[in-house]
């Protein structure tokens, strides 16, 4: 499956995500995905498709700890992000939500916004017209919990979180 | 092995001998949400198939991030989080105008020491003030939270800031947490506790400063060493290990500002001299106390703002605002020409209160400088001290606070008429209520009626 790559920098913070002022508790919970990077990338909730994958910098998801930007993704049906580094509270609502995130050194140097590319969890590989870029394993436990599609189905199939081993 | 004070919290919480890089699951003492994401985190307990939080007791909610409410969709949400509370029979319960959440959490002594916190809003890191490992969370792991009274946690290494010197007049906390992040950077904290040494014996208000702004780092806690509320174990082993080291020199720094659009783009106040603003923002739970409130005082009480410069001043919470009230403060600025806010978040995150137009540039006392953060996108906003928010306010332009706070009171009116003649064509002049009505009473005075006017 291809999808297209939305390439963003370093230290994107989730007011570019969602601005305040679009909060589900602004808006309304049936729209506010609708204003996904309507300042930072004008347009895109009407352009993106599902599947698509992010790729940025460093930082990604910085700033506010508003789990909507990432509600907001998942519901425009983002396949996954890919950036050198993420912002830790970002890092967790995308796994809590079920959204893959994965580090890669690579990826920002290897794609271009427009490209068409396929995120291959299985092979640890974003594959592009430029080349694969290799992604860094998620850990174990934040593995199992977005196979089960995220925390909540996690939890409601299982009743406590994944064994630490 | 010797422990940090974050692997000492999150040992003790987790009944492991946890160290830096090692996944623990560990009980909560307190659970705080917001009324921003209430509605997310009813509907990640709702899918959890829980009808009830783990401990009623132990949940705090605050009605704050956008309060009262500014809007009929927020006015409704805050309906639904207010019916939530009774069903749930929680107590701690703070509507709209008592003060940002976490300035009450750190006041109101819901922070325990040495415990794990979870906080719906980034900033929670502000528990660290008095040793509580505070970390913001986003709804879905709020929900879990409450519903299971635990969280996951990966321990984090932990970066030693030291504070050493005495701060010259005219410097403040704020600053020096602001140098701090000139050297670390917005992301060089990421996942790291921050923990500050030399701190302890600040005020508390101050230590919410220092605590909180460590989120504009990456961090995932930020801890004051040996403050007095901490119990005896509460303290980082010698020869505990840092991934990072810094020393702050407090006797040789300068006011700190940050230039939009990111907080770590800080420079020494004399790279910003002159910069116009339109508006300025004292408040939010960086620095909206008394404290806060006093230092912008002493440059305003006596004086007036810039007639065409607007000053929003929102006290961090009741007490705070009863406290400036009771001691004159919030008067002194109210005839400066201050807007009081109710507590709250007020205008920090551009929900309320005085939102940016585009082109308009703000000299805020919060903590983020995003583009958009407080109203359009295409508005500036530049951190600085309360001292520097009341030169801006002053003058319309920003500038050395230290010039001002040394002058006598004819230098300080001449190097404020000055600044003045220098700023022009911006906003437009506003007339100050109740000045003409002075006026005109005193006029009313001269002709002989004014005992009827003033029965």
Sequence with gaps: ?165 | MPKTLAEKILSRASGRDAHAGDLVIAPVSRVMVHDSVIDAVMAGLRELGKERVWDAGKVAVFIDHAAPAPTPVVADSHRVLREWVREQGIATFYDAGEGVCHQIMVEEGYCEPGTVIVGSDSHSNSYGAVGAFGAGMGATDVAVALALGRTWLRVPASIKVTFAGRPRKGVTVKDAIMRVVREIGTDGARYACMEFHGAGSLPQGDRITLAGMTTEMGAKAGLVVGTPEAPDWLFPDRGARYANELTIDLSTLEPQIAVPPRVDQVVDVSEAIGQPVDIVFLGSCTNGRLVDMRQAAVLLRGRRIAPDVRLEVVPSSRRQFEDAMADGTLLALSAAGAVIGSSGCGPCLGRTGGVLAANEICLSTANRNYRGRMGSPDAAIYIGSPYVAAVAALTGVIDDPRLYLEATEEELDALVARRRAERRGRGAASVRSGDRSRELMIAAARTGVAAEIDD
């Design chain 1, 1 to 165: 499956m291809t999808a297209r790559a939305w390439v963003f920098g370093d230290d994107l913070d989730t007011d570019q995500m969602v601005p305040g002022r679009y909060a589900p508790f602004m808006v309304g919970q049936d729209k506010f995905h609708l204003y996904t990077f309507c300042d930072a990338r004008p347009g895109f909730a009407k352009e993106v498709q599902p599947g698509d994958v992010l790729v940025g910098g460093e930082n990604f998801g910085c700033g506010s700890s508003r789990e909507y930007a990432v509600a907001a993704l998942k519901r425009l049906g983002i396949g996954g992000i890919v950036a050198k580094s993420f912002a830790r509270i970002f890092f967790r609502n995308c796994i809590n939500l079920g959204i893959p995130v994965l580090e890669s050194a690579d990826a920002l140097s290897l794609v271009r916004d427009g490209d068409a590319v396929a995120l291959d969890l299985a092979a640890g590989l974003l594959r592009g017209p430029n080349g694969d870029a290799p992604l860094r394993p998620i850990p174990h436990f934040a593995q199992v919990i977005l196979a089960a599609g995220g925390v909540v189905s996690y939890l409601r199939e299982h009743g406590d979180f994944p064994e630490i081993s």
